[in-house]
Nanobody, 122 residues
Framework: QVQLVESGGGSVQAGGSLRLSCAAS?????VGWFRQAPGKERGGVAL????????AYVDSVKGRFTISQDNAKNTAYLQMNSLQPEDSAEYYC??????????????????WGQGTQVTVSS
């Protein structure tokens, strides 16, 4: 069992930046970041495989968000720049063990963090 702990959320004005962290208690083959706004479904934002080469973003965050990781620390990051009010949501990280693929479908993940709130004001 791998436990995930997110941190780094907060409140910023539009155009601002935040950096989210996802600390894992053990090995994660791939990590995904998701977000969920009130009344909406949880949707994928970005994902990264442990090789650091396989990375993907949803179109709405391309060019603004950057996913990265520090394998030595078992920690993934989501750098969010040029934040807009529509980015406001609870942000979650999720992870899979070796042998399981990551995607933008929440159902594909085995481990989840508790979430961290991001609020962007206009």
């Amino acid at each position: 069992q791998v436990q995930l702990v997110e941190s780094g959320g907060g409140s910023v004005q539009a155009g601002g930046s935040l950096r989210l962290s996802c600390a894992a208690s053990g090995y994660a083959y791939c990590v995904g970041w998701f977000r969920q706004a009130p009344g909406k479904e949880r949707g994928g934002v970005a994902l990264i495989y442990r090789d650091g080469v396989n990375i993907a973003y949803v179109d709405s965050v391309k060019g603004r968000f950057t996913i990265s990781q520090d394998n030595a620390k078992n920690t993934a990051y989501l750098q969010m720049n040029s934040l807009q009010p529509e980015d406001s949501a609870e942000y979650y990280c999720a992870a899979n063990p070796r042998g399981s693929l990551c995607s933008f479908f929440p159902q594909s993940y085995k481990y989840w963090g508790q979430g961290t709130q991001v609020t962007v004001s206009s």
